[in-house]
């Protein structure tokens, strides 16, 4: 792949997402970054030219399948191609025991975390086979391995990115298109805020390096991912975790 590669990242306006957007950027991806909020990814974005780096706000909504499409013809319609596409968009959702959750606290989070990386994994899949070329990352999480308790919805929704990763990676092994998961420990960004300190505390407990990841550490990984010299891995999970997966 020698001509100039594009990207789409989901949740890129801030946080893990963000960090991502602007290392593509900085290793000379075009990015698009997607968002519902979309007035910070316009600003964002003008970072990113003002550094001479080319970039592109789009409102998205991973939730909806047409916001999804939309997404994805805006970087076809501008830069011609998509090559990589990076699932980050998720939320938390409220730490709480399950007898506590309502039915649409459950649903909100399957929604955005499982069902919006499978409507972008689709989109972006439709627009990848024809050229024989792509790389998906689907940015999971330790609790979708390990499980946190009082983030059921959470856990397991990021179970299922999981799963959906090992079995594209596995369907799309012959197509040029390489799905990898990666699998953070607790990152320091914003959606920490969302649980409580509890919760918090249990996790950080958990990381034997004893300190919450960085973003810019999540996004060297993902690199790495999406370029063309990971070339012999599809259907992985990467767990960055200061230590504390195991297995």
């Known amino acids: 792949m020698t001509e100039t590669q594009t990207a789409i990242v989901t949740g890129g306006a801030r946080g893990i997402g963000l960090a991502i957007a602007r290392r593509l950027a900085h290793g000379g991806l075009r990015v698009a970054i997607a968002d519902l909020d979309y007035a910070t990814a ?19 909504d991973v939730t909806r399948p047409e916001s999804v499409q939309a997404m994805v013809d805006a970087v076809i319609k501008a830069w011609g191609q998509l090559d990589v596409l990076v699932n980050n968009a998720g939320i938390a959702g409220r730490s709480a025991p399950i007898q506590d959750l309502s039915l649409e606290e459950w649903q909100q989070v399957i929604d955005v975390d499982l069902t919006g990386v499978f409507l972008c994994c689709r989109a972006a899949v439709r627009a990848m086979l024809p050229r024989r070329y792509g790389r998906i990352v689907n940015i999971a999480s330790i609790a979708g391995k390990e499980g946190n308790p009082n983030l059921g919805p959470y856990s397991s929704a ?27 420990a607790v990152i320091e960004t914003e959606i920490l805020r969302q649980v409580s300190e509890e919760t918090v505390q249990y996790m950080v407990g958990r990381i034997p390096m004893g300190r919450v990841g960085q973003p810019e550490e999540v996004a060297e990984l993902v690199a790495w991912l999406a370029s063309p010299a990971c070339s012999f891995s599809t259907g992985a999970v990467y767990d960055i975790s200061g230590g504390r997966a195991t297995y």
């Open 158 to 184: 990021k179970a299922g990115v999981i799963g959906l990763t090992k079995s594209l990676g596995k369907e799309l092994a012959q197509s040029g298109i390489l799905v990898n998961a990666v699998a953070p």
């Open 42 to 60: 316009q600003q964002e974005v003008a970072a990113l030219h003002a550094r001479g780096e080319e970039a592109l706000a789009v409102q998205a």
